[in-house]
């Protein structure tokens, strides 16, 4: 009898709801403490050091030295009374997660040996050099010439965990490329933020700013701890490779929005007192489909910020799960046969003035900016498809994608059907209708009163990996386990180079002669036409839109190294070049960490798949058989022969099966072992990724088919890992 897995089992059972309890009464009491923010701020440094910052900040002014002398002062003081000791740099490397390394505040006042005082300098604030030539580079930094340093973000605010102060940065080579996934955003959110605003003074010239906003819903899954303890596979890739489905799943849809469970409830409470404590505005807390699946959304924030909270909040859920015997699975897809999970980028534009520029005005020209900015996003959408799913692609997410749950392998945009009524409109009207002119040249292009309904009455079509909700976009392609950064960075960047385009155009026709109005409106009238192909808003799940969708020229390919090389495409190359995002080289070695990710994440898998199959399963399932051997040749000595083989006839029909699984699997174990030390000799990790697609991966769908056959087959008390029943409905 396999001890561990009842073991756990029955400690689950035992385990009980945690009691928490709020920091205080009210959440405005305790919001943001940990947080350096601006009200912290303004009582902690000089009216001059905030104005100086607010510069930085707001207007992208460089920093002086002198004032982060100032603040790193401030900082250290403030941070020192919520207890810390040390501060960190805190990175977001090209691998998943984030980094840091601690170091104390402590110094000798002088020489060695002299008193120890704290101290804080703004050259430690402003700018580090971790001795991070481990972090994958691409090949940018040789590790001889390991020099990359981290240099402080001050758009997004420090904190304090535990001891130690956080200080977000960028960490770049020596040489100047990005070896992270921030710095490239805040390229690419100061390229849309220059485009958009330049285009928002076409119709108000107030507009000075134009900040991209960012609303991610996290999903997750729960598995109790001790639980997944004995699942080597979850320990060691966060998903299952294998495991029979649960007669019961989803199928009842009595998860979704149904009441949360009591120990579940507990850490989302308390998941949220943490959320508060970091300024992260948590608000939306549910079930989600799958059984043991569960959401966290926040209110939307402008999208650098949006980002580091939700690596934050990664964190802080990962850490408080322990507290609560769970451990949080943010794997896109740790079982096979229900949902898995994603982190829906809710994505907007909005202006200085106050304007979300996806939200249909109430006057023509507001509809016209409105129509002038979702028109470009769906050209920008449609030229860069294969780079936006290139941003969102990763070895974990490809299970998710395409699978009857989540938006497929293909980029599409939905906009609902009175937003296509009204596209359609306006592509089969001329101008000269369109614009009317009357005493104040005001101009009307049919959509000057965009029903009121619109708004609540989007229609919700889940099947699109990029769909318009009322007032912005949702990216849902994205993967729950990812940084937000590189979808986003994809995404601003595509839209930030369309609008410079648009402006180019109009500009062209008004300097031919064209009116302002006219020239928007055939510039317009232009993009609806040429974006066309990406605009789908029939079922994404289904086999006819993978025809259609390749008639349509999108992209469609669906293996993940191939996928990855859109990012250096001519078109994106440009497209980041002309943002000043990346460059062609930091391009080429940014795709060189992605394959080489791939590879390990792939190799990994394999390992763990041989290795449970060879002294897990087999093992099990060869002792079942000689137990039914054993049960065989004793009813042969009791009974007669021919009434032996009756009573066990059953018996001899399942060690027949049993015998035919273990063969075939470790035949294609040991087959996905030689695939395995072919591909790992290829020297370029293109190609090597390539390999472990195209050669190794389909082994895990044989070896766990067979495997998954065993398990319905082999005495339950002997099966050591605990089966998709328990993983899914103890909590
Ligand atoms: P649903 O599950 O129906 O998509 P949720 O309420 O769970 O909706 O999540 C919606 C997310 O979108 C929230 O984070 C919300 O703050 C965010 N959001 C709402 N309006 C905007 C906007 N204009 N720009 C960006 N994000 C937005
Ligand atoms: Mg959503």
Known sequence: MSSLRFNAVEEAFKKKALEVSAPSKLTSDYYGKYVFNKATMAKYLSKDTMKALKNVTDKGATLDLSIADDVAAGMRMWAMELGATHYTHWFQPLTDGTAEKHDSFIDYEGAPGEAIIEDFSGKLLAQQEPDASSFPSGGIRSTFEARGYTAWDPSSPAFVVDDTLVIPTIFISYTGEALDLKAPLLKALNAVDKAATAVCQMFDPNVKKVVAYLGWEQEYFLVDEGLYATRPDLLLTGRTLMGHESAKNQQLEDHYFGSVPSRVAAYMKDIEFEAYKYGIPAKTRHNEVAPNQFELAPIYGECNLAVDQNLLMMSIMKRVARRHGFRLLLHEKPFAGINGSGKHNNWSLGTDTGVGLFTPGKTPEENLLFVTILTSTLMAVHKHNALLKASIMTAQNAHRLGANEAPPAIVSAFLGSQLTAILEKLEN????????????????????????????????????????????????????????????????????????????????????????????????????????????????????????????????????????EAYTSKSSIELFKSTGVLTEVELHARNEVKWETYVKKIQIEARVLGDLAINHIIPVATRYQSLLLDNVYKTKAVFSVEKADKICAMDLSLIEEIAEHTSIIKKNVEDMVVARKVANVIEHEKDKANAYHDNVLPYFDVIRYHIDKLELIVDDEMWTLPKYRELLFIR
């Not at 994205?478 to 500009?507: I, P, R, Y």
């Not at 055939?522 to 969708?549: H, L, M, P, Q, T």
């Not at 008639?551 to 669906?558: M, N, S």
């Open 429 to 564: 009207s001329t101008s000269e209708e369109a614009i009317i002119v009357g005493a104040k040249k005001k101009l009307s292009l049919g959509i000057a009163h965009i029903p009121e309904v619109f708004l609540d009455n989007t229609d919700r079509n889940r099947t699109s990996p990029f769909a318009f909700t009322g007032n912005r976009f949702e990216f849902r392609a994205v993967g729950s386990s990812a940084n937000c950064s590189s979808a986003m960075t994809s995404l601003n960047a595509a839209v930030a180079a369309q609008l410079v385009e648009f402006k180019a155009e109009v500009d062209a026709k008004i300097a031919a002669g064209s009116t302002k109005e006219k020239a928007i409106f055939d510039v317009i009238k232009s993009y609806i036409k040429a974006s066309k192909a990406i605009r789908f808003d029939g079922n994404g799940y289904s086999e006819e839109w993978k025809a259609e969708a390749a008639k349509r020229g999108l992209d469609c390919e669906t293996s993940v190294p191939k996928i990855i």
